[in-house]
């Protein structure tokens, strides 16, 4: 449940680790069982592409028994403890589905960006934590992520009310331009149940989802208790106002969860 | 010049041959050198995205010298007029330039389809020749082709007119889905100077490029000369009416050419 001192040198000086398979295919499935009943629900936090396939359920640990569980699973929440230092609470808990075909692009961004910019969060101690619902590969909208480019601050970014159905503080081309010819781009690809790390600086982006296999990721943003937001100007369901600590459930909480399932059916 | 027994197989099971650094940099970099030049032209064939930037240049073989040798170069005609069986002519000759960030998507959809359609092709003894003038990689919008696709004649397809600013004849999503779980998808990637055949019945896309490196690729369509257009409908800058047989200018028409740039200079 803890990152190796390899795993922690990376992450600083790349801003990211990956943990490839680190939940198993029967975990996963207990988890996307409840996706269709979730993309059907006609509610606010269930947020829609232009085309009206969903784009990202927020909030799900309110609305699905499994994707709680996701909100305090400790091989999530127990490396995020360890890496910002102390007990963590959920700033945002979003289900981005990149649909297969209507996906749309999410801009080059950095998270911390928009956390300061709408919701006065102090600093960068914050970050994601992703988990990967489908295989992730070259052919359905990868997350793209420049290595170090957490060193560097929060840059300079405009709203952007156009591009897609979601409001996104977005990095200029020339910035992204410079940072890409200095870090190059990883993109973050694996089997479903793998899990990426990010540092909230990061500059990420990700392309349209052209493809025909649609590719789901659980992307949960854990804060240090004492850095918790200080505006309140987002829905609650998008900048959440609970600042109470996470307390991890048990590992085998997926496992355990999925054994009632099959027992109630 | 002419394909291998190997490559010939290649092409019959699964539709494409990749050419890897058939061109070499200096070869490529007189070509690019009149990109710019092109790019700046306002005229109808610089066909643009919505955005303004260039999207495709059709017929540049009629307005630029070097792009004239691509039309004729016998690394890529000669083995087009092998698979053909015969003399060709240009049935369509384009520079499409997907642009940096603002590059648009191509579609799921099969050359062949629009030929057939649009301009009444008899038969796909006809197929693309693309020459990269920038490393293609999976950041910058590559050709996503369906390995073995092109045995299954012309789909069924619907005339798109609203996803980007050029009219394209498009496949439906079950069609796609079907064929990726059949086919599986191969991406096009390669090092500027590289070359990519592909049938004209294949079924191909490109996502949008959202990255900061421009892909540009230069397609030319060769048709067998018995097998020419019978309709003329489209613009004679899209779909050529000169059935002229190309003659393959000599191996080193492009070093030629730029030394003769440099003593003018």
Not at 67 to 95: C, N, S, T, W
Not at 162 to 176: C, R
């Amino acid at each position: 449940m803890k990152l190796s001192e390899e795993q922690l040198q990376q992450f600083d000086e790349l801003g990211y680790v990956m943990l490839p398979d680190l939940f198993d295919p029967a975990e996963i499935a207990a988890v996307t069982a409840d996706l269709p009943r979730i993309y059907a629900m006609d509610r606010p936090e269930v947020w829609r592409e232009s085309t009206g396939v969903v784009r990202t359920a927020f909030a799900a640990h309110h609305y699905s028994e499994p994707f709680a569980l996701i909100g305090k699973h400790p091989r999530l929440v127990e490396p995020v403890k360890q890496l910002l230092g102390g007990d963590v609470y959920i700033h945002q808990y979003k289900i981005n589905a990149k649909a297969a075909f209507d996906g749309d692009v999410w801009q080059w961004h950095q998270d911390y960006g928009t956390w300061a910019r709408d919701d006065a969060m102090p600093e960068p101690r914050a970050m994601n934590i992703a988990l990967f619902l489908d295989d992730v590969t070259e052919f359905n909208g990868p997350l793209w992520i420049m290595p170090g480019s957490h060193k560097q601050g929060v840059f300079e970014a405009g709203h952007d009310l156009a591009t897609t159905s979601y409001p996104l503080w977005t990095l200029d081309k020339q910035t992204i331009a410079e940072l890409a010819n200095t870090h190059g781009i990883f993109s973050a690809k694996g089997r479903a149940g793998s899990v990426l790390m990010f540092h909230s600086n990061i500059v990420h982006a990700s392309s349209p989802n052209i493809g025909p296999w649609g590719r789901t990721i659980v992307y949960l943003s854990l804060c240090h208790v004492d850095n918790h937001i200080r505006q309140f100007k987002r829905e609650e369901w998008i900048a959440h106002r609970d600042f109470t600590p996470v307390q991890s459930a048990p590992d085998d909480c997926l496992k355990s969860y999925a054994a009632g399932q099959v027992a109630a059916e």
